[in-house]
């Protein structure tokens, strides 16, 4: 199985803030990674997918690079709304998701 | 308006057996593969399997194989988790997804539903 490893777990910033999380695989999935945000209580949504592609009607702070076996999200100016836990998910061979990364108000 | 809505879960007791539905609406559900992810309270979330469009190709992780089956009605628009053999580490939110997504190439779900919470205790 493909293992999906996210840095940090925890992250604490501010309004504003350019936010960066990490998303390793533990083999080459190409470009496909997708990253979603959860917030509490409720479904996961999509933000990224193929690495680098925006999903329909998620804002353009939110960005995706990589491939191969890194990958990153940027939030660009963090707003408000973002704070969340955010996973990765590599859909190469089936399915695997990171363990998650919460951004918490600093 | 594309939707999934899950039903079926409930308190059960270690060994026992239940089976989640999941109702989509709003889509062309028979052109789709359709998963299962489930998420234990507090933790990250797990991909516990897909199945093909026509039910002919299913697929499911170590953690259920052999206890878990997925299978789909497309007359009825309706997917289901036959779960048996239960565990007290099957305790979670159970969603079904799907990517109806072309561009994504695969299974970056778009659609989730709002989940359903099986919880195996005595």
């Known amino acids: 199985d493909i293992q999906m490893t996210q840095s940090p777990s925890t992250l604490s910033a501010s309004v504003g803030d350019r936010v960066t999380i990490t998303c390793r695989a533990s083999e080459s999935v190409r470009n496909w990674l997708a990253w979603y945000q959860q917030k509490q209580g409720k479904a996961p949504k999509l933000l990224i997918y193929?690495?680098?592609n925006l999903e329909n009607g998620v804002p353009s702070r939110f960005s995706g690079s990589g491939s191969g076996t890194e990958f990153t999200l940027t939030i660009s100016s963090l707003q408000p709304d973002d704070f969340a836990t955010y996973y990765c998910q590599q859909y190469h061979i089936y399915s695997t998701f990171g363990q998650g990364t919460k951004v918490e108000i600093k | 308006e594309e939707q999934l809505v899950e039903s079926g879960g409930d308190l059960v007791q270690p060994g026992g057996s239940l089976r989640l539905s999941c109702a989509a609406s709003?889509?062309?559900?028979?052109?789709?593969?359709m998963s299962w992810v489930r998420q234990a309270p507090g933790k990250e979330l797990e991909w516990l399997g897909h199945i093909k469009q026509d039910g002919s190709e299913r697929f499911y992780m170590d953690s259920v194989r052999g206890r878990f089956t997925i299978s789909r009605d497309n007359g009825k628009n309706s997917l289901f988790l036959q779960m048996d053999s239960l565990r007290a580490e099957d305790t979670a939110m159970y969603y079904c997804?799907?990517?109806?997504?072309?561009?994504?190439?695969?299974?970056?779900?778009?659609?989730w539903g709002q989940g359903t919470m099986v919880t195996v205790s005595s």
């Open positions: 193929r690495a680098s």
């Open positions: 709003g889509f062309i559900f028979r052109n789709y593969w």
């Open positions: 997804a799907t990517s109806t997504t072309p561009a994504s190439g695969g299974d970056a779900f778009n659609l």
